[in-house]
C-alpha cells in the first residue's frame, strides 16, 4: 500500500496534553477547518506501514512530529544498537488503557497493525472493544482522517459510560502527522488524551506503557491544580503514602505496605492505575517508589507536582534493608521508626531465603523491567547469576541495582538485544536460562531448561517476605529436569538440526559453495542499494 504523506501546519506541543483549544464542541457535527495540507508533498512518493523506521522518521518530523520524537529520544535513549527486539511498542500502552475501568480506547493505524495489537490484547485476557479508525491514502492526503478521528471520539464520548478516551496514533498516523492534539482536552465530561506511539520513536513496549501513563498524569496534575477532584474509591489514606511506579504481581503491593506500617506509612496506588482517580491518589503520595525504573515522562510528573522519587525496591534481605532506609529518610522518619520496620523484617527475609536456597548457575534476560530486581534476589538466595539482560534503558533510578549486581561479578546489558541474551548462553553455559521466548527456545535446543520470564517469573511476588523464596521452587523444578533433557539429548542426537531438518530417506549433502555463492550476490545488493541511497 502506498499513501501520500501530508504535512500538517503547526507545531505539536511538548506535551501530548495541551491546555484547551478554542473548538465549538456543543454538537457532534460541529465542523473544524481541516488541517493545512504541503501541496507539495502530495506530488511525491508516498510511505506505507512497510517503510523503515529511518524513513517514517524522517516523514514524521517533517510533518511536524520532531518535537515529540525528540522527546522520545531523550526520554528512551537506544544503543548501543538501534532497538532491542520486542513487540510493537502499542501494545504496552494499549494493554494500559484496557485495563482501566470506564475507559475508551481507540487505535489509528493500518488495519494489519489494528488487527494484530487487538488479537494479542485478547490473548492476554483484555475483555473490552477497541476502537479503530480506518484509513486510506486519500484520507491521509486530505486530512479527512484526522475528522474521521474527531467524529468518532464525538460519537463515544458519552460521560455515563466513560471518563476518559484515549486514542493512539501508530506508525503510519504519526509518520503522516495527524495531529491528535488539535482534539478538545474534554468533550461532554469526558477527557480526551491523544497519543503517538510508533515503533520508530518508542523503543519497546515496556516504555509506551510510560507514554500513556505519563500523559495521564499529567492531564490529572493540571485537574488538581484547578480544584477539588476526586477522592479514592477507598477514600484517602489516613497516613502518608508511598505511590509505587511499575507493573507488580498483586501480592507486591500489599505486603510491601506491611512493611511500611511500622514507619507510618502506608502503600499508595499502583502506576499504572486501574481508573483515574488513582491518579489523583498517585499524586498525592508523599514519596514515589522507582519499583520499575525506566517510567522517565511519569517521574518527570511527579517531579513537577514536587514530589521525591526513590529507585530500586524492597527486594531480599539487602534491597529491603537500603530501600526502607532511603523512603524513611525521603519522609523524614524517626530513626527508632526505621530500625524498628527493619529489625521486624529483615530477619524473616533471611530465614526466608535459606529455607529454600538455589545452587546453580543463572542467566536472566526479558524486557519486563524487573530483570535487575530478579537477578539480585536469584543471587541472594544462593544462584551465581554471571549475566542479567534487559530491553528497557539505564535510568538513575535503577543504579542501586547495577552497582549491587556488578558488586557480585554481574554483567549487566541494559537495551540488551537478542543476540546478546543468545550470546551470553554460550558464553557461560548456564544450569537455567530465563528469557524471553526465542532465549528459551534456543536453550531448550542446547539441552539446556529455560524459564519464560513473562509468564513464570513476574507473575510471583519479588517483594519483602513474601518474595524471599518465591522463585526457589520453579527455578530448582526447572533444574531438576536437566536428567530429562540429557536423556533426550543423547536419543535424538542431531537429527533434525540445520540443513538435515526433517525426515529423509537419504540424509541431503550441504552444498557450502552454492550457498557462498548465492550469500555474495545478497551482500552486494545490499551495498548497491546503500550506494544509491547515497546519490
Known sequence: MNVILPRYAGAIAESVVNEPVELDVAATDAVVAPPVINAAATKSDGLGCHAGAAELKAAASAAGKSDILDRYAADYPKGPHDQPQSMCPAFGSLRVGLRMRRTATILSGSACCVYGLTFTSHFYGARRTVGYVPFNSE??????LFEDIREAVFKLADPALYDTIIITNLCVPTASGVPLDLLPDEINGVRIIGIDVPGFGVPTHAEAKDVLAAAMLEYARKEVEQGPVQAPRGGKSERPTVTLVGEMFPAD?????MMLEPLGLAAGPVVPTREWRE????????VIAAIHPFYTASFRQFELAGRKIVGSAPVGHDGTEAWLESVGAACNVARDKIDAAKNRFLPMIKAALAAKPVDARITVSGYEGSELLVARLL???GARVPYVGTACPRTQWSDADRVWLESRGTQVQYRASLEMDLAAVGEFKPDLAIGTTPIVQKAKQLAIPALYFTNLISAR???GVAGAGSLAQVVNAALGNQARFDEMKEFFG?????????IWEDTPNENVAFREKYKKQIEAQVKKRKAEEMI
Open 279 to 286: 491518579l489523583y491518589a498517585a499524586l498525592d503520595g508523599s
Open 379 to 381: 543471587i541472594e538466595s
Open 139 to 144: 484520507t491521509l492526503v486530505t486530512g479527512k
Open 494 to 502: 542431531d537429527v533434525g538440526e540445520g540443513h538435515a531438518a526433517g
Open 253 to 257: 503491593p500489599v505486603g510491601i505496605g
Open 461 to 463: 511476588p519479588l517483594f
